[in-house]
């Protein structure tokens, strides 16, 4: 039976830890930053898939795929880690207001005649 080969990755301040687990074996490397955590990560998997024409790696941040992928791309684009981070009223355009009272509207034309 075909086993995946996992890369987890840990965030530890700027630096990243990524574990990479296949073929009875484990291997562990740190990097500044999530990008050259990944390409570490490609190297580790070198040496556990030596040889294999076919191999599949599932990168997770903390055990969640989803999470990696989002934290990759976001890096990859250079968007902030963190969606708190960045100031919302400053992204959102002003919006008109009403106002406090409504204004006297002219009469409909039917009843001016």
Partial sequence: MYEP???NYTPDGDEWTVEVRGKG???TATARGL?????????????IAQGD????????????????????LSARLGLTDDPADTD????IPPQPTA???PASQAPPPAAMA
């Fill in 5 to 7: 080969i996992l890369a």
């Fill in 25 to 27: 074996q484990t291997l």
């Fill in 35 to 47: 990008i050259a955590a990944r390409d570490r990560a490609e190297q580790l998997v070198d040496k």
């Fill in 53 to 72: 024409k076919k191999r599949t790696v599932v990168h997770t941040l903390n055990g969640d795929a989803v999470d990696f992928t989002a934290a990759y």
């Fill in 88 to 91: 919302a009223t400053n992204t």
């Fill in 99 to 101: 106002p406090s009272e």
